[in-house]
């Protein structure tokens, strides 16, 4: 019985790591996020038709900041968010869980924060996560995303901020 018992236990633990998408030979490597700047196609005059959306996320309704766009499976944590509003300022940190791959969330912010007036700034990537910087006249937006684990999906924080950079220094 206890020869079964440590046959048993070393087939699951066989298992588990040959399943398990955080094991070294089980990981990808990210591909490069593409940035919406610095096309040679552009500066030499030719124009170009842009290049469908590719990363299948879609804009959610329930945006907290109508500017401040969301995709639309993310959920909300509560606990970990804040928002103020008033007629002339905007403050907020959004922290949400979504399933959805580290380069799909981020290209979803790339191809959609041009559409309200946000400018990339600059995209990091590191530790299977990334950040991106947005800014427009007087606001300033990090988008961090986050891997929590293998089942646990990404978690997704938005911090909108007033800025006071000039737009001529950005």
Not at 52 to 80: H, W
Not at 97 to 121: E, G, H, M
Request: proline letters at 9%.
């Amino acid at each position: 019985m206890n020869r079964l018992t440590l046959l048993f236990s070393i087939f699951a633990c066989v298992m588990i790591c040959v399943g398990c998408q955080s094991m070294p030979w089980q990981q990808k490597p990210m591909p490069p996020v593409e940035l919406l700047e610095d096309d040679p196609v552009e500066e030499q005059g030719i124009e170009t038709v842009a290049p469908p959306q590719t990363s299948g996320l879609q804009m959610a309704s329930n945006q907290r900041f109508r500017d401040v766009p969301l995709p639309k499976k993310a959920k909300e944590d509560r606990e970990r968010s804040y928002v103020y509003e008033s007629p002339n300022l905007q403050v907020g940190r959004m922290v949400y869980t979504i399933r959805a791959d580290v380069n799909d969330i981020a290209q979803f912010y790339i191809d959609s924060c041009p559409a309200a007036d946000w400018k990339l700034i600059n995209v990091k990537e590191a530790s299977g996560g990334a950040e991106l910087l947005f800014r427009k006249p007087g606001k300033k937006l990090e988008v961090s995303v986050i891997p929590l684990g293998p089942f646990q999906g990404k978690r997704l924080v938005l911090h909108l901020v007033p800025d006071q950079t000039t737009e001529t220094s950005f």
